[in-house]
């Protein structure tokens, strides 16, 4: 047999055990059919490209694996990290101290009235940590049915509840790319009577519900659906209380976590922008299927883009802060208005950053 002969055989083989791999690998993902909405443009219009996020200023602890939320209290950021600790550390980064170890993975933090912090873990449910440094496990069901992956939380002003978010009933943390593809309609936005110990299912069938916060007077909590590019708002008081409705739709990106900083703004963390690919293969499962089994060798389709919008009451763009060059600081999963700054986490990077409010706010 030819050289050449041998070499057509080995191409040959290896694009048959790539197709079966492609074809045939077992997973659990079974992929939803649906139309997402063109996306938008980021060359023009409300979510032009630009480099409003390059140069952020690195703030406290460095060397640390995955800040993804934050607090300010004081002089001090807190933060949770990818080996499950909660740490707090100084701006200047010179002093930093361990104040927990959950054990899991802490996503999400808030604090009580009474002083708790609240812990949104994606491993543990939700915990709370009192002042002497003990976690007590809060509560991990809901109607009879485990967290898969608590996210974000957020309290009322009077302490009376804790409203979360459980991204997917069906795959737990670091599963989040999985969940998303799937687009089985799995997440919860949950509420957790601190008075009683009961939680209550507030929406569910939602797409991989992700950053939660409250609104003025806490007259609604939204949630954003990371898998279906929107946040949703649902109404706690007046006539349309126990109802929800879109407060925005077709984001250019993946929402992460959101915040909001007591008066009139919200703030939204895009994870990355919308990948035309995976856009363009929503209404087909089998051929989203394959690229689930491709992503278990491959890199996941990821731009590299720092990006976060500010929105107003009404849910409309009142900033787009980018920067996609090299070095950006991404994916920016936490977004937090403290004072004349802007403090960002991120679930990958190695540091905390912030940058002026008035810059982040410039026409």
């Known amino acids: ?59 406290g602890a460095a060397n640390i694996e995955g800040p993804e939320a934050l607090l300010l209290e004081e002089d001090f950021l807190i933060t949770g990290l990818h080996d499950g600790r909660v740490i707090r550390t100084s701006l200047d980064g010179k002093t ?34 009192d002042a ?34 459980d991204a997917s009933g069906r795959f737990g943390y670091g599963k989040d790319g999985e969940a998303i593809l799937e687009h089985g309609g799995d997440g919860r936005l949950l509420r957790y009577d601190f008075q009683t110990g009961k939680t209550a299912v507030l929406l569910d069938a939602l797409e991989f519900a992700n950053g939660v916060t409250l609104g003025p007077d806490d007259a609604f909590v939204l949630v954003n659906e990371t898998g279906a590019y929107r946040i949703t708002r649902y109404w706690l008081t007046g006539p349309k209380a126990g109802t929800h409705d879109l407060f925005i739709d077709n984001l250019p990106g993946l929402p992460d976590n959101l915040s909001f900083n007591g008066q009139m703004r919200f703030w939204v963390a895009l994870y990355s922008p919308r990948n035309a690919l995976l856009d363009a293969t929503a209404p087909h499962p089998f051929v989203r299927k394959m690229i689930v089994r491709a992503m278990m060798v491959l890199p996941k389709p990821v731009e590299k883009r720092a990006f976060v919008l500010g929105l107003d009451l009404d849910g409309k763009v009142i900033a787009n802060l980018q920067d996609a060059s090299s070095n950006n600081y991404s994916p920016i999963t936490t977004v937090r208005e403290y004072g004349d700054w802007l403090y960002f986490g991120s679930l990958k990077a190695d540091h905390m950053a912030r940058l002026p409010l008035g810059k982040a706010l410039e026409k």
């Not at 997402?36 to 409003?52: E, F, H, M």
């Not at 104040?99 to 939700?126: E, Q, S, Y």
């Not at 485990?146 to 939380?153: A, E, R, S, Y």
């Open 1 to 59: 047999m030819s050289r050449v002969v041998r070499f057509r055989h080995v191409v040959l083989l290896v694009i048959v055990a790539i197709a079966a791999f492609l074809l045939l690998m077992p997973t659990r993902v079974k992929p939803v059919a649906w139309t997402p909405p063109p996306a938008p443009s980021l060359t023009s219009g409300i979510y032009a490209d630009n480099q409003r996020l390059k140069g952020l200023e690195r703030v």
């Open 96 to 129: 930093t101290k361990v104040l927990a170890d959950t054990g899991g993975r802490p996503l999400g933090l808030a604090r009580h009235p009474n002083g708790l912090l609240v812990i949104a873990d994606g491993v543990k449910g939700l915990l709370s940590l």
């Open 132 to 165: 002497q440094g003990q976690l007590i496990p809060l509560t991990t069901t809901a109607n009879g049915v485990p967290f898969g992956f608590t996210d974000d939380v957020a309290i009322d002003k009077s302490g009376h509840y804790a409203y979360f978010s």
